[in-house]
């Protein structure tokens, strides 16, 4: 896997798992999309995105740590 497709994976299982109902409807949609409608979402929700992202940063840091 690429690091493009495991940041990608990391973000997505955040917001399944801590989002709320819209974010994990979200990254439901986000996984089932092509590239071309994935970007969309991103596009669409930018800060939904950055702040997963960086939530799931945190979580794998906290997660080599233990």
Do not use: C
């Amino acid at each position: 896997m690429s690091n493009d497709e495991t940041d990608k994976h990391h973000i997505l299982t955040t917001m399944q798992n801590y989002g709320g109902g819209f974010a994990s409807a979200l990254a439901q949609a986000a996984w089932r999309a092509d590239d071309i409608n994935y970007r969309r979402l991103v596009k669409a929700f930018p800060e939904l995105w950055a702040h997963s992202a960086e939530m799931a940063q945190h979580l794998t840091r906290r997660s080599n740590n233990e």
